[in-house]
Every structure is written in C-alpha cells, then in structure tokens.
C-alpha cells in the first residue's frame, strides 16, 4: 500500500499550504488588475501591462533576487515590516509571496481575458437603470466573468505549486519551513543514492498537480454551469 513518510506529508502540505496563500492573496489584486486593463483608457496602459506580464519574462532567479533586495532583512521593504512582525526572506511567507509574484501574470491575463468577453452594453444598459458602477461590477461584470476567474485562480495556482527559482533564490531550501515540493526534488538529486526518493516525489508532485487540476476544473465548470442559467 502507498503509504507517505512524515517528511512527505510536510513537504506536501507546505506546498500546498504555499500555492493556497499565494493564490488567495493574489486573487483580488489581479482581478482588480484585470478589469482595469480590460476596461480602462489611460496614459501608461501600456507600460503598466507590461510591467505585471515582467515576471514571465524575466528569469525566475533575477526575480527571486529582486526580492531577496527589496524584502531582505536589510532590504528597505524588509526593514520596514520586520518591526511589525511580517518577515518574507528565509520564510514560509517569502515562499508564497514569491509563488504569488510568478504567478500573477497568468491569472491577471486569464482573468483579463474573461473581461474582454463581457458585453460593455449590458454594463451600459444598467448603468441607464441607475446602477452604481460598484455594482455593476459586482452584480454583472464578475459574475458572468467568473469562469475566467475560476480558470485564471487555477493558473495561478498551479504556477505557484511549481514554483522553483524565484523561491529558492528569495528563501533557500530550509527543510520544515520553505522546502517545498520543486525544492526537495532538487535537493534530493544533489545527493547521491537520492534519485529514487527524489522519483517518488515526483510522481507525489505529479499526484497532487493532476488532483488540483481536477477538482479545479470541477469548480470552473460548476461556476460556467451556475452563469450559464444551467443547473
């Protein structure tokens, strides 16, 4: 019987404890993002889309290292929060906040994308009707976008799950605290003799993704069903 040993099973709830605060806490920046830049017309539109697609081209160490200055312990960013208890390098945290960063462009594009699709003229129709634009956006635009918003939250997610240079660069791999999933993999093919529990792994990793993907897809298709008027 496949049975996991306790170091899995904290390298497994890491990784996922990871993925799910780094998805939770990018969600609502990047729909916010999203329906910006799909609905806004301003000066540096560009740029600004630009700048939040940067992680997907830059290579995930320069990231990783970016944050290592910004949020370091004598990083500015790291200085200022650390007084108020909120410590990112070598942390748990860092590793999720770095998941977060990799992989808010492919939420923030899916979800942007969603948008697009949403008819401006029913925003139109009632925003005729009186309705504010806060709840034009709550009562229509997101709903009839949620869809994208399932789908990009999944990207976003499954990103982070496998997030490995940003990480390692930004919080090491400390056994217990930031060795998530990619991490252990990598660490267990530096030691000799570590290539079949680093197999293991990935075939646990491989487990846990197609898990994810399935109940997400799950999810997508119960929020398209719910829209769609289809129960």
């Known amino acids: 019987m496949f049975s996991l040993s306790p170091e899995e099973q904290q390298i497994i709830g890491l990784s996922l404890k990871v993925a799910t605060t780094a998805t939770l806490f990018s969600l609502p920046p990047g729909v916010a993002l999203a329906y910006l830049l799909s609905r806004a017309e301003f000066p540096g539109k560009a740029l600004l889309s630009g700048l939040t697609h940067l992680p997907l ?22 200085r200022l929060l650390e007084p108020i208890g909120i410590v990112f390098a070598f942390d748990w945290t860092g590793a999720a906040l770095a998941a977060a960063i990799m992989g808010f462009p492919l939420l923030v594009r899916a979800v942007r994308l969603s948008f697009d699709m949403v008819d401006p003229r029913i925003e139109r129709a009632a925003e005729t009707l009186g309705a504010r634009p806060l709840v034009r956006f709550l009562t229509i635009t997101l709903p009839l976008a949620l869809p994208g918003v399932a789908a990009g939250a999944v990207l976003g997610f499954a990103k982070a799950l496998g997030e490995f240079g940003a990480t390692i660069t930004f919080v090491a791999s400390i056994p217990g605290e930031t060795r998530t999933l990619p991490l252990a993999i990598y660490s267990l093919t530096q030691v000799p003799g570590g290539e079949a529990a680093a197999m293991r792994l990935v075939l646990i990793s491989v487990g846990v993704s197609i898990g994810a993907l399935v109940l997400s897809e799950w999810g997508a298709r119960s929020v398209a069903r719910r829209v769609g008027g289809r129960r």
């Open 57 to 78: 081209i830059l290579p995930p160490v320069v990231t990783g290292y970016a944050l290592l200055l910004l949020f370091g312990r004598s990083g500015p960013l790291g």
